[in-house]
């Protein structure tokens, strides 16, 4: 039997109609409200959350928070006055999903309209040294992060095409992943991906929002009013100079808008130590740290959020724009390690960093690497319990650090000194940019061969994949630095500080730390614990301890462990 053309193309347009259904990027709305007290918010002002999508056609659609996000579970309990409604208005029943969704029954492809309320909660404080990813609400304030706020589709792989707008903010200061202010912003990409975006609103006595333009494009500071210690200025200088040594190492400066937010996390620095901590998000690193920061040039304090600055901006391409087709968590040593190095490599190149400092970042690293009891740990152990363990986590982070080191020595070997690692990362950049396929990690090993030497290439991937030791150089060219041994001390309290304050007397005293060379006792009565200011290295300790005959002694000493035996490069001169 013979078909006409136009017979043919009849039959088919049904088909053709709904692949291009289903080919259409989907439109998503997300609109926040601000809720005052005598507009049927509680006690306190509150954030209204609309979410206007499309249901699936088969008339059931999951849809929930991220989960169990960086550390911390959202509680569905925050989420306050959950509705959902159809196009025609009439509310569509919803029943619990898992511990964090909900399953909403509507009319089959049907537009939804979901809708909620986020409110000031009175809840437990994390513990010293966690950042708070909850979403807070408070009078004059609101600051979120999507996988703790946002109720989208669970288990949808689609890109969305997503619009974000502001109502009942008149007057605030206004920030997202998406841009500054108020005006409707538009971005398409996978739900997920959407969720990692950062939301920031509040009174401009509270959040403040300076911006400048780097070569066209705009980077922005969002900070919740503290006292600092610095000047808007000083802080937004460093975070230029970073952004700019990484767009530079890459020549992309494609993106149009990236913000920093500051957010104060525990006392000033010094009285309890110096926490800093933070995480990249969508456009944008959301840092949480002490106040009363020393942020003058060559700081202890200065230096160690350049790094954090440097290594999370990093993965705007490493892991972002650059990823490796592999399970989760089997390219940490690549995504987190690779960068590391660089962290390292593009602040003292770009002049933030002295040699010195550099040379000490990649001791630190090594010496983590040598005295960690999980040092000979397989990629599996690493993938299954990186959230579980920390030294197995840490393993990532110090093993790619190494091999990206070795990696590169040997290309400059190979090329005699015309490429280097930064070739292979440029090359693995341009590929991404072109649209190209991502990698897997055998690929990567193919390109780590055809550099570096095809039996370098397998002993990496022994390293990676088995856990064996890191063949690192004995000399570098870059730096010209030859890898010696030395006895080296890394930070330790050198007792049980938590055990010690709740028995009131001093409880695991480690032999041969500062602490115990300082004179502290097993059993001494203690009567306070300072955190003093660290000095180019790890902090100090005073404590205050009362004698046998009720005198009070005070030792001040520097929270350094046991000297130990580690690898270490110097100057080669």
């Not at 928070?65 to 509705?83: F, M, N, R, V, Y």
């Not at 538009?186 to 400048?212: H, K, Y």
């Not at 955190?531 to 009362?546: D, E, I, W």
Request: hydrophobic share 40%; charged share 20%.
């Amino acid at each position: 039997m013979t078909i006409r053309p136009s017979r043919l193309a009849a039959l088919l347009a049904p088909f053709i109609a709904a692949c291009a259904a289903l080919a259409q990027t989907p439109r998503i709305d997300v609109g926040f409200t601000r809720i005052p007290p005598n507009a049927g918010a509680p006690s306190s002002s509150a954030i209204g959350i609309s979410i206007r999508l499309t249901g699936d056609d088969d008339g059931s659609t999951l849809v929930g928070t991220a989960g169990e996000w960086g550390g911390i579970k959202s509680s569905p309990e925050e989420i306050h006055d959950l509705l959902v409604t159809d196009d025609a208005g009439a509310p569509c029943d919803i029943a619990p999903g898992d511990d964090h969704g909900w399953i909403i029954k509507h009319p089959p492809g049907a537009g939804l309209t979901i809708t909620y309320q986020l409110r000031p909660e009175p809840r437990p404080l994390l513990e010293p040294g966690h950042n708070d990813y909850r979403p807070l609400v408070r009078d004059g304030l609101f600051h979120a992060i999507g996988n703790h706020a946002l109720v989208l589709p669970q288990e949808d792989p689609r890109q969305a095409e997503f619009h974000v707008s502001w109502t009942g903010f008149d007057g605030w200061t206004l920030a997202s992943s998406l841009g500054p202010g108020a005006d409707t912003r538009e971005i398409t990409l996978p739900i997920d991906e959407f969720r990692n975006s950062f939301f920031i609103a509040g009174d401009p006595s509270i959040v403040r929002l300076v911006s400048r333009e780097l070569k066209g494009n705009t980077v922005g500071l969002a900070l919740i009013d503290a006292d600092w210690g610095f000047t808007d200025d000083r802080f937004l200088d460093m975070v230029l100079q970073v952004v700019s040594a990484d767009r530079d190492f890459f020549a992309d400066h494609t993106d149009p808008w990236f913000l920093v937010a500051l957010t104060p996390n525990g006392a000033r620095a010094g009285e309890h130590g110096f926490y800093f901590g933070g995480t990249g998000l969508l456009h944008c690193f959301a840092l949480y740290c002490n106040t009363g920061l020393d942020l003058t040039q060559g700081s202890d304090q200065a230096a160690r959020i350049e790094h954090l600055l440097a290594h999370e901006y990093f993965h705007n391409w490493n892991g972002g724009k650059i990823r490796l087709e592999a399970p989760q968590g089997s390219a940490y040593w690549f995504s987190e390690g690779f960068t590391e190095y660089y962290a390292r490599k593009l602040l003292r190149s770009a002049g933030i960093w002295t040699d010195e400092q550099a040379l000490a970042n990649l001791n630190e690293s090594l010496g983590g690497y040598d005295r960690n009891p999980m040092r000979a740990v397989p990629n599996s152990r690493i993938a299954a319990d990186f959230w579980n363990d920390r030294d197995v986590a840490d393993m990532p982070y110090r093993r790619g650090d190494l091999i990206a080191l070795t990696i590169d020595e040997a290309i400059r070997h190979q090329t005699d000194g015309a490429e280097s690692l930064d070739s292979l990362m440029r090359e693995l950049y341009a590929r991404a940019a072109a649209g190209q396929p991502a990698p897997t990690p055998d690929d990567l090993f193919t390109m780590i061969a055809s550099r570096a030497g095809n039996d370098l290439a397998a002993t990496i991937r022994a390293c990676v994949e088995e856990g064996q030791d890191v063949p690192i150089p004995e000399t570098l060219a870059d730096g010209a630095l030859t890898l010696s041994s030395g006895l080296m001390r890394f930070g330790d309290d050198g007792f049980d500080l938590g055990a010690s304050r709740a028995a009131g007397k001093v409880t695991g005293l480690r032999p041969s730390t500062g602490a115990a060379d300082a004179g502290l006792h097993e059993g001494q009565t203690l009567v306070s614990v300072e955190r003093l200011p660290p000095a180019n290295g790890p902090g100090r300790l005073k404590v205050v301890t009362r004698q046998g005959d009720g005198s009070e002694h005070t030792a001040i000493f520097d929270a350094v462990g046991a000297l130990q035996t580690v690898r270490r490069y110097k100057p080669a001169n």
